[in-house]
């Protein structure tokens, strides 16, 4: 009996102590998105979208329900997604609850080689700086992004 309550002990001390935080768990979706942008994959990263997830793009088109936003990445993938690297760093986290949360990303877009977009060309290496705010909501135990909008920071003109 003693060993059985020594071994219930030890189980429950291990899952409390491998158990992630919900800051830890939204890194992680993150992470898996900045990877999954990187390897050129993006029905993986549009899983990380709720069913009824939105998108709202730097350049303000607006994608409602993840099949859409995995379309909206299907057709653009090749212009100009496939051509570019990212980085995400997290800024800040507002959790609202504990099954709601926003978050304040930082992006850097690098090109990898040039490549055309309506109404320039983007030389390699050429670096775009964008802010993203993503409501995270926790369903089923996982933490998914309901909304996000990314914002194109351009520098101040001088004055």
């Given at each position: 009996?003693?060993?059985?309550?020594i071994?219930l002990f030890l189980?429950?001390?291990?899952?409390?102590c491998?158990?992630?935080t919900?800051?830890?768990?939204i890194?992680?979706?993150i992470i898996k998105q900045e990877?999954d942008w990187?390897?050129?994959?993006?029905l993986?990263?549009?899983?990380?979208f709720?069913e009824?997830?939105t998108?709202?793009?730097?350049?303000g088109?607006?994608?409602k329900g993840?099949?859409?936003?995995?379309?909206q990445?299907?057709?653009?993938?090749?212009?100009c997604?496939?051509?570019?690297?990212?980085?995400?760093d997290?800024s800040?986290t507002?959790?609202?609850?504990d099954?709601?949360?926003?978050?304040?990303i930082k992006?850097?877009l690098?090109?990898?080689?040039?490549?055309?977009?309506?109404?320039k060309?983007v030389r390699?290496?050429?670096t775009?700086h964008?802010?993203?705010?993503?409501?995270?909501?926790?369903?089923?135990?996982?933490?998914?992004i309901?909304?996000?909008?990314?914002?194109?920071?351009?520098p101040?003109?001088?004055?």
């Amino acid at each position: 009996m003693m060993n059985r309550m020594i071994l219930l002990f030890l189980f429950i001390l291990n899952a409390h102590c491998w158990a992630q935080t919900p800051q830890e768990q939204i890194n992680k979706v993150i992470i898996k998105q900045e990877t999954d942008w990187n390897k050129n994959d993006m029905l993986s990263y549009a899983d990380s979208f709720t069913e009824d997830g939105t998108l709202i793009n730097f350049l303000g088109l607006f994608w409602k329900g993840k099949s859409e936003i995995i379309n909206q990445f299907k057709l653009i993938n090749d212009c100009c997604i496939k051509p570019t690297q990212v980085k995400f760093d997290i800024s800040k986290t507002h959790f609202l609850s504990d099954k709601a949360a926003i978050v304040y990303i930082k992006e850097t877009l690098i090109a990898k080689q040039d490549y055309q977009v309506p109404g320039k060309t983007v030389r390699k290496g050429n670096t775009d700086h964008k802010m993203i705010t993503a409501v995270f909501v926790k369903q089923e135990n996982n933490w998914k992004i309901r909304s996000m909008q990314v914002t194109q920071i351009v520098p101040m003109p001088p004055k």
